[in-house]
Nanobody, 115 residues
């Protein structure tokens, strides 16, 4: 089993910044791929950003040049720096670990951007 614990959500005004963090623990061998998804009310869960075990990154088009995913040095702790936040970024953000046998999810953290 792998546990993912998120932190860092909250309320921010449009144009502001937030930093989300996710720490993975449990039965883990080495560095694992991790990512962030989000789900707004009435919408499907969508990929925001991902980072591979080799630290390659990918982003959804709607967050490019605003959000940055990073990993603490050789650890299964990832951060999502979110800048220039928009009201449409309001959602529950979920940490994700897509391992070979199954996928793991965190409990989610609420991000609310006021206009």
């Amino acid at each position: 089993q792998v546990q993912l614990v998120e932190s860092g959500g909250g309320l921010v005004q449009a144009g502001g910044s937030l930093r989300l963090s996710c720490a993975a623990s449990g039965v883990i061998s080495g560095i694992i791929p991790m990512g962030w998804y989000r789900q707004a009310p009435g919408n499907e869960r969508e990929l925001v950003a991902g980072i591979t075990s080799g630290d390659s990154t990918n982003y959804a088009d709607f967050v490019k040049d605003r959000f940055t995913i990073s990993r603490e040095n050789a650890k299964n702790i990832v951060h999502l720096q979110m800048n220039v936040l928009k009201p449409e970024d309001t959602a529950v953000y979920y940490c994700n670990a897509p391992l070979s046998l199954r996928e793991f999810w965190g409990q989610g953290t609420q991000v609310t951007v006021s206009s």
